[in-house]
């Protein structure tokens, strides 16, 4: 028969044993050492000076001294006055006490227990810092946490990616922001499984502030809309906005901030109802540089629901751009309205224009020669009635008759002359160069495989453009032909009140 037991070699009392409470009592001892294993330290390398009956320490030192020589990698137990050491076995479990941790032996030693978890399979609950319960099995409390990607010399990729998975399209897939409690804005996949932005003010619920469309990336501001009207554009506003001007409720707006305090400079907003003599559009609105803060918003340019345009003006557009105030070109004498080829039809003025004609900016105005007044006067007698080819082309008989003369005549009549023409204002010729028409292009949205990734990006609407030939035309600086003209008339009358006499 063994004398002791074989896991905690325990000492056994044998058949006729004389004084068997000595040997019962030792293996109360020893069961009352590590049961329930609690140990004050593990870092000291030689016995404490002051030690308390039944005190347990893990001697972890490599070589201990004093009363724990030999006891590396043991329990060490004060009993009786003495110190004595416990062999573990693999599998012992010792609570630290001075550091709130469980250590277990293994065939390596003494190691923390939290070192040899490695997995923990389908937990119900779980709680950081705070209680988990049933509506919500997993819980932390804490200030700061970290996610961080296993790199390539670890065995990972370098990479992280959080996957968080719904069972389907009409369920919900989101992450919810709260303060003290109470729901404040949403992230996710809301009953769709395009991505969506909610908030929501102190009292009432959520409202969708924005979405962007999983098939088209398209993002559309305060929430779904109906089919785009221009093709698939990038971002949409689908909020009624205001018209007044001031409140741009829900437009685009630009702020200026000083002291804490921000103001609205400019704003963007769209347009509805008929008040203001717009069916629908756009407005763009600024304020004054008065240097103050207060005050509304002045629209500064709208943009009707036919394409018109007005410049300072609110009022109900009937031209394609309408201004309420000067129009000056950015630069002086440096740029032209209209083009050769794009011409105006019509110019309506109160007055006529304006041509400077100061002293200062001319050289001294030299005599016109005879062969330049007899080409005036050879002028004059070209003019005569005439009616242009369109017009006749859709009136017909119905088309009016104008007054004036050809270029090409006035080529001719001044080369007879031995004039250059084309040295002289009142002579114009311009070309522009051919344009090659386009098909009308229409609007296609993007198209993406099963897992998103564009294969095709979004092509926008573009209008047939039919092209123009090259050519060039033929005009008059019609001031400077007449003043031409009139210095004709004036050599003419001084003949004939030379060969009438006195």
């Not at 943009?303 to 309420?324: C, D, H, I, K, W």
């Amino acid at each position: 028969m063994p004398e002791t037991t074989p896991i905690l070699a325990l000492p056994l009392i044998a058949a006729g044993q004389a004084q068997k409470h000595v040997t019962h009592n030792e293996a109360l001892i020893q069961l009352d050492a590590v049961v329930q294993l609690a140990c004050r330290d593990k870092d000291l390398a030689a016995p404490p000076a002051a030690p308390a009956e039944g005190d347990r320490y893990l001697v972890l030192s490599p070589a201990p001294t004093g009363a724990w020589a030999g006891l590396s990698g043991q329990v060490a137990q004060f009993q009786d006055g003495r110190w004595r050491g416990l062999a573990p076995k693999p599998g012992w479990l010792a609570w630290i006490l001075d550091e709130d941790e469980l250590y277990i032996f293994t065939a390596a030693g003494w190691v923390r227990f939290r070192s040899t978890l490695r997995q923990l399979q389908t937990l119900t609950r779980l709680g950081l810092g705070t209680t988990a319960d049933a509506a919500n099995p997993f819980a932390a409390k804490l200030n700061t946490a970290l996610w961080t990607a296993l790199t390539t010399a670890e065995g990972g990729t370098g990479d992280l990616r959080c996957t968080l998975n719904k069972q389907g399209p009409g369920n919900v897939l989101s992450l919810l922001f709260q303060s003290a409690f109470t729901g404040r804005a949403e992230i996710g996949l809301s009953g769709s499984d395009d991505l969506t932005i909610k908030v929501a003010p102190d009292t009432g619920g959520f409202r969708e502030a924005l979405r962007i469309d999983r098939a088209t990336g398209r993002v559309d501001v305060a929430g779904p809309a109906p089919a785009p009207l221009l093709g698939a554009p990038a971002l949409r506003l689908t909020q009624d906005l205001a018209t007044d001007g001031s409140l741009l409720a829900g437009g685009l707006t630009m702020q200026a901030s000083s002291g804490g305090l921000a103001w609205t400079v400019a704003g963007l907003a769209g347009t509805g109802g008929t008040a203001s003599g717009f069916p629908g559009g756009l407005a763009v609105f600024v304020k004054p540089a008065d240097g103050a803060r207060p005050g509304a918003l002045r629209e500064a340019a709208r943009f009707g629901p036919e394409g018109n345009l007005g410049l300072g003006t609110s009022a109900p557009l009937t031209t394609r751009l309408g201004v309420a105030g000067i129009i000056a070109h950015a630069a002086d004498n440096t740029w032209s309205l209209g083009t050769p080829a794009l011409r105006a039809s019509v110019l309506y003025a109160g007055t006529g224009a304006i041509s400077t004609s100061d002293a200062r900016e001319k050289t001294p105005v030299a005599p016109l020669s005879e062969a330049e007044i007899a080409a005036g006067r050879a002028l004059a007698r070209e003019i005569g009635t005439f009616r242009f080819h369109d017009a006749v082309a859709r009136k017909g008989d119905g088309a009016r008759r104008h007054v004036g003369l050809t270029v090409q005549r006035a080529v001719a009549i001044l080369e007879a002359e031995g004039l250059d023409p084309f040295v002289y204002g009142f002579v114009c010729r311009d070309s522009w160069p051919a344009v090659a028409p386009q098909e009308a292009v229409p609007a296609t949205e993007a198209v993406r495989d099963a897992d998103g990734a564009t294969i095709a990006p979004a092509v926008p609407a573009r209008a047939a453009c039919p092209g123009r030939a090259a050519g060039e035309r033929y005009g008059f600086r019609t001031d400077q032909l007449l003043l031409f003209l009139a210095r004709g008339f004036e050599a003419r009358l001084t003949a004939l009140e030379a060969a009438a006499g006195p």
